[in-house]
């Protein structure tokens, strides 16, 4: 069946470090992917997308990868900051269908 | 407006209670969708509406009676739940509905904290 996965429930760096958050797919129909950040007591936050025809994409200090052969997504944050402390989760939707699929999200903490 | 909104923030009901979970966007978007989310796990799809329609629904049990007034508004009524029903309910919207033809993010609102005691 359909399940998002991440390789880490916890994932602690240093202020300034860089960070990189992992989450695998089985689904090879999946074609959309999204990263959302939860902070305590607040809703999932979008962080950055992707669709299945690229394996790159870029935003502020955020980069996702995405490797369709292994069936792996990885969020990228580069020059840490305490408020990057968060629940960061991986999303995917399959081809046609109506909903987006979570995966168990791995909780960041960001060393002083 | 670029927000979607959810009310109330917190919630205590008892199991014999008939109560509301209210949440509004106004970003002119056509798909809405309700989630249920236990502490530390990934947010639970339960509902999605699709241009005012119920599109899904993920085998909810009928305690959970999901409403859409407009386009805006989507509510979630509740009636006779149980205290393994305590969660964070989390609205989201998106321009779309998600298919093939579409790809696009899903905003979540803050949530409700419901307690049932």
């Known amino acids: 069946g359909e399940s998002v996965g991440l390789h880490l429930p916890t994932l602690s760096v240093q202020e300034g470090d860089n960070s990189i958050i992992n989450c695998a797919y089985s689904?090879?129909?999946?074609?959309?992917f999204i990263w959302y950040k939860q902070e305590s007591g607040k809703g999932p936050q979008f962080i950055i997308d992707i669709r299945s025809n690229m394996d790159k994409r870029q935003g502020q200090r955020v980069t996702v990868l995405l490797n369709k052969t292994v069936k792996h997504l990885s969020l990228q944050i580069a020059a840490t900051q305490p408020g990057d402390s968060a629940v960061y989760f991986c999303?995917?939707?399959?081809?046609?269908?109506?909903?987006?699929?979570f995966g168990q999200g791995t909780r960041l903490t960001i060393n002083p | 407006d670029t927000e979607v909104t959810q009310t109330p923030k917190h919630l205590v009901m008892g199991m014999t209670n008939k109560k509301s979970l209210k949440c509004e966007q106004h970003?002119?978007?056509?798909?809405m969708y309700w989630y249920k989310q236990k502490a530390k796990k990934p947010p639970e799809l339960m509902f999605v509406?699709?241009?005012?329609?119920?599109?899904i629904n993920e085998s909810v049990p009928s305690r959970f009676s999901p409403e859409c007034p407009n386009s805006s508004l989507l509510n979630l009524h509740l009636h006779a739940l149980q205290p393994e029903d305590s969660a964070l309910y989390l609205c989201a919207s998106s321009q779309e509905p998600l298919s093939a033809l579409s790809y696009n993010e899903q905003f979540f609102g803050p949530g409700t904290r419901l307690t049932v005691l």
């Open positions: 689904n090879s129909a999946s074609d959309y």
């Open positions: 970003m002119g978007h056509r798909a």
């Open positions: 999303a995917e939707n399959g081809r046609g269908a109506q909903k987006l699929v």
């Open positions: 509406y699709s241009y005012e329609k119920l599109s």
